[in-house]
């Protein structure tokens, strides 16, 4: 039987160690009847325990989700992609709601924006930075594919979706009847609403990002919502059924995927040379070391 790495970690951590060995436990099965309408979703997850805000930055198109069980008497909370621009709006609407803030974490090292995480830390100490093993960046936890990153009763699954990156992961809630429904996946650049990530730069693929996409997001169930990392143009959820039939670039074969992004031409992105070298130390490589 396949086995998947669970991560059960400490809900007040207190030392930037890793958490002791992972308990295996059988992989969840992803099994889910399709839903006959594409009107019938709706626009966030419906738990009684998950609390869920979308938040934006507008200056990088990005978006950084909040989520929280709020079912559990601390009321862990962790935030998905941080821009270090709001961290302050941020921390005052997880001060506002009584959470508690235990993870901030990145899908990928970003080169449009410079992380919040290491700011994150540095205001509200006690947090601890999440960023996947194949990204090579600091951070106080990593993760790999079949990892699960627990709040409360409520956990991330981590799925590689390598191809914008070569360290990129798509983290999804949880299966099980105590888990949020419908299903949420946080598709960092792997995946946007009609679109997806380059694939130039930053040990890119177009070939291993269809493959990440199709074999890691579009076999979720078809009413899973789907929310990316950044929109330029006013969407902010999609859903696997409506990529799979309407991507302009992913519902094509592979051929054809492949040639698009061969040909997109775009601009050397402005940020890369700022965001890139912050990103890989977690966003702090302008805080200057404290002295002895």
Excluded: W
């Amino acid at each position: 039987m396949l086995q998947s790495r669970f991560v059960r970690i400490p809900l007040s951590p207190t030392t930037l160690s890793p958490p002791k060995p992972t308990t295996l436990l059988p992989l969840l099965s992803l099994a889910r009847k399709p839903r006959s309408q594409m009107s019938s979703y709706a626009t966030s997850s419906e738990s009684p325990k998950l609390l869920f805000r979308q938040l934006f930055e507008k200056e990088s198109s990005t978006y950084t989700y909040l989520l929280a069980d709020v079912s559990h008497p601390e009321k862990p909370a962790l935030l998905v992609d941080p821009v270090d621009k709001t961290v302050d709006r941020d921390l005052s609407l997880i001060k506002d709601l009584g959470l508690k803030l235990i993870y901030a974490i990145n899908t990928h090292v970003h080169a449009d924006h410079v992380t919040g995480t290491g700011l994150i830390k540095t205001k509200s100490p006690g947090v601890k930075s999440i960023i996947s093993k194949a990204s090579n960046a600091k951070a106080d936890l990593f993760v790999e594919a079949g990892d699960k990153i627990c709040f409360g009763d409520l956990f991330l699954e981590v799925r590689a979706t390598p191809g914008h990156t070569l360290g990129c992961v798509t983290y999804v809630t949880g299966d099980g009847p105590d888990q949020a429904r419908p299903r949420m996946a946080f598709t960092g650049d792997a995946l946007l609403i009609r679109g997806c990530g380059r694939t130039d730069f930053q040990g890119g693929s177009s070939e291993q990002l269809y493959k990440s996409v199709h074999s890691q997001i579009f076999t979720l169930p078809k009413d899973t919502l789907l929310y990316p990392a950044h929109d330029y143009k006013g969407f902010t959820v999609t859903t696997v059924e409506e990529e799979i039939l309407y991507n302009p670039r992913l519902a094509k074969d592979e051929e054809t995927f492949k040639n698009i992004m061969k040909n997109l031409n775009l601009a050397y992105p402005r940020m890369i040379d700022v965001a890139v070298p912050a990103n890989m130390v977690c966003g702090l490589q302008d805080v200057a070391p404290k002295a002895n």
